[in-house]
């Protein structure tokens, strides 16, 4: 399995949902990122867990809540998201942390009304 | 802070056309990638340079990096319409934790058919 899974493709939520994106990948990598895209922008990195300990959080807002529950998954937990919140989150992994390749899901395209 | 910026922001070119792209970037690295991503999907693994590398091919794609000029570029011969797709580099950035994989701000390459 050489995939990055996410789910759900596409998610609508108001301002004051909680709402859950997942992530899930079977290679053995043991570095995880969440990534943020605005249109025609590059991704933005948000988090990076590696060995399921949080590394690096680039000052995210506290309404966006990673966690790493085991190696294979990670979860990013959505509270009380502003409009502006609307992108593209993305998912990757890696071997190891350290930049090394990335492999990416597709993605899940958020909507906040 | 932004590491790599790319020109252009937008090529438009004609299939059998090669395409080039370049990356410049702000501080010393460890190695530089390159990805693509089709429209609102995931990022995909195109080739990997060295900081002590100065060229490198892989099939269509040649890379070369000039770490005088802090600076990339990537060439696709012959392209084909399937190349149409947003194009970044992104580096590690030694001056900064080398978890962190800071992309470029993006190539939109478009081949007409």
């Known amino acids: 399995d050489t995939e990055v899974t996410q789910t759900p493709k596409h998610l609508v939520m108001g301002m004051t949902n909680k709402k859950s994106l997942k992530c899930e990948q079977h290679?053995?990598?043991?570095?995880m990122y969440w990534y943020k895209q605005k249109a025609k922008k590059p991704p933005e990195l948000m988090f990076v867990y590696s060995y399921e300990k949080l590394s690096i959080n680039e000052s995210v807002p506290s309404r966006f809540s990673p966690e790493c529950p085991n190696s294979s998954l990670l979860n990013l937990h959505l509270h009380a998201l502003q409009p502006e919140d609307s992108a593209l989150y993305l998912c990757?992994?890696?071997?190891?942390?350290?930049?090394?390749?990335?492999?990416f899901g597709a993605g899940s395209r958020l909507t906040v009304l | 802070s932004q590491q790599g910026e790319e020109d252009p922001q937008a090529l438009s070119i004609q299939e059998g056309e090669n395409a080039t792209m370049n990356c410049s970037y702000k501080?010393?690295?460890?190695?530089l990638q390159w990805y693509r991503q089709n429209s609102g999907r995931g990022l995909v693994h195109l080739i990997l340079i060295r900081s002590n590398e100065r060229e490198k091919h892989s099939g269509r794609l040649r890379v070369t990096l000039d770490t005088s000029k802090k600076s990339s570029s990537l060439l696709i011969t012959a392209s084909r319409a399937a190349d149409t797709a947003s194009y970044f580099c992104?580096?590690?950035?030694?001056?900064?934790?080398?978890?962190?994989?800071?992309f470029g701000t993006g190539t939109r390459l478009q081949v007409f058919p």
């Open positions: 290679m053995g990598h043991r570095a």
């Open positions: 501080t010393s690295i460890n190695n």
């Open positions: 992104a580096t590690d950035a030694t001056a900064y934790n080398t978890d962190k994989l800071i």
């Open positions: 990757a992994s890696s071997l190891v942390s350290g930049a090394n390749v990335l492999t």
